[in-house]
Each structure stands twice: as C-alpha cells, then as structure tokens.
C-alpha cells in the first residue's frame, strides 16, 4: 500500500524537549501505533501532524503534498484529529460536538451539514444510542472520548489520528473503540494513535513507533519488535515478554 503520511528529518524544540529528525512513513490503511514512556514526544508529534505546531525543519507530507501549502479546509477532509483533552467553552450538546466533524463541508457559517441519521449511526457505533441530546459537560470522561471518536467518524476523513485511543476508556470500551478503528482501516483508512497500553498496540497496530525524548528508539511490526531488549530500552525496567496463549502476539507483563 502507497505511504499517504511522510514525516521527514522533523525538528521541534520547547526549549528543554525536542522531536529530533523524526521520520514516520505511514502507508494507507495502516494501523499505526506511536508507543513510550511518558513525556516521549507522542502528542507533540501527533499535534505536528495535525498542524497545530509548527516544526523549525523538515517536512510532512500528505499525499505527497507539503502539509503547509495545504489549506485547513483540505486538510480536515483528509485527517481527523481526537486530542487527548478537549475542554470546549461552550455548553454544546453531543449532537453539536458530532456535528463539528463536517465543518470543513461548510461553504458559508450558516448552512448545516447535520444529518441526525449518520449521528444517530455513529453514536451507534460507539454504544452511545440516545445522547444525542445530552450536553457533553455533563457526560463522563471515557463517554465524552467515545462522542469525540464518533465525530471522527463522521468526519469521514482517510486518515484518523488519535491522542491516547484509550484514554479515559474502561477495558471493554478500550477493546470496542480499538476494534472499531481496526475495522475502519481494514476498510481502508489509516489510523496513528499513541498508546500506553502495549498490549493494546502489538495486538492491533501493524506497525509500531517506539519514541522517547523524541527520537525513534526502534519501529517495525509489533511482533518483532516487542521483545525485552527493546522494551527495557524504551521505559528502562525489566518486563516479562509472553507470547498470548490464544492470539499469538507479544504482550508485556510484569
Ligand atoms: N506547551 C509546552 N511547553 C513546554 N513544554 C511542553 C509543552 N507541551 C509538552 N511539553 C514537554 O514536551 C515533552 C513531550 O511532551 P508530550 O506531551 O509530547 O509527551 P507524551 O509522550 O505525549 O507524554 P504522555 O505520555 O505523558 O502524554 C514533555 O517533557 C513535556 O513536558
């Protein structure tokens, strides 16, 4: 499958932390996972990608094109973007939060995209049926992260980005949300989510990037990379690699 994401000698600096000539190659219909230990850089990447940095050198590319000769019009209709916190201002029921997804369908403020079918489908999907109406201050932090995936799905961008896809998550909700995103990319599209969970990631993400203090400390498919020696690289302890009895994919236990 063609790389439809390429991040190229990438440089950010906060002063103290830098993302240090990051490479990422993301080909379509990928599930990507960006895993390592706190503090690694994961956001800040996430949040280069998604524009909302900007890097001091280097370059990333979205169908080959220069990120930063794209309008964000264009760009919100190729990739969505769930952050790990979002706090709106506003007192917006969720049926508005789903709604923000087809902004970049917009051609005046006025007109409305709104179609409470594909709400109704995509709250659907996140086990969420009837809240539409219910005013998102109000719900939990694991039910506010499943609206905000449901708005990347009506979105209905390519590529779908998310900050810590479990965050927030009880485990069965985790296992849903995953499983759901897994199937989108079976359907084509392209996921890049940052994990803590590892387990999560070597059993769904077909490719893995291992980041601390913002450099790659290793990549490649979860079942050859997610061994000991790596993981003791990555978060500095002994852990137990096993091989998962039914699933035949490497989990991490202590
Ligand atoms: N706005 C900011 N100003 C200054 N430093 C920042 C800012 N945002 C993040 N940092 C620093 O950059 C480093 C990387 O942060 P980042 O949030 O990208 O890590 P992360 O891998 O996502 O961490 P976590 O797993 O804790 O979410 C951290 O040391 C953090 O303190």
Redesign the pocket.
């Known amino acids: 499958m063609k790389e439809i994401l390429k991040v190229i000698d990438l440089n950010f600096s906060?002063?103290?932390?830098g993302i240090r000539n990051l490479n990422l190659k993301i080909k379509g219909g990928q599930f990507v996972g960006i895993i390592?230990?706190?503090?690694?850089?994961?956001?800040?990447?996430?949040?280069l990608i998604a524009g909302l940095l900007k890097p001091y050198s280097g370059k990333i590319l979205l169908y080959d094109k220069d990120i930063r000769k794209l309008s964000r019009k264009y760009i919100a209709s190729k990739i969505s973007f769930v952050r790990?916190e979002f706090n709106p201002t506003f007192e917006f029921k969720v049926k508005d939060i789903i709604e923000m997804g087809a902004l970049h369908k917009k051609t005046s403020f006025f007109n409305t995209f709104e179609d409470s079918t594909k709400i109704k489908e995509c709250l659907s999907m996140v086990e969420l049926s009837g809240y539409e109406d219910r005013y998102f201050s109000t719900l939990s932090g694991g039910e506010q992260r499943r609206v905000l995936i449901a708005r990347s799905i009506y979105q209905e961008t390519p590529v779908i980005i998310v900050?810590?896809l479990t965050a927030h998550l009880d485990i069965s909700h985790a296992i849903q949300i995953v499983e759901i995103l897994k199937k989108l990319t079976l359907n084509g599209k392209t996921v890049l989510s940052?994990f803590?969970n590892i387990n999560v990631a070597s059993k769904y993400c077909d490719y893995i990037y291992a980041?601390k203090d913002?450099k790659v400390v290793f990549e490649g498919v979860p079942s050859k990379v997610i061994n000991k020696e790596n993981i003791k690289k990555l978060y500095e302890k002994e852990f137990y690699i096993i091989n998962h009895p039914v699933h035949n994919y490497p989990v991490v236990t202590f």
């Open positions: 906060y002063g103290n932390f390592g230990p706190n503090g690694a850089g994961k956001s800040t990447t996430l949040n790990q900050d810590e940052a803590h980041l913002g």
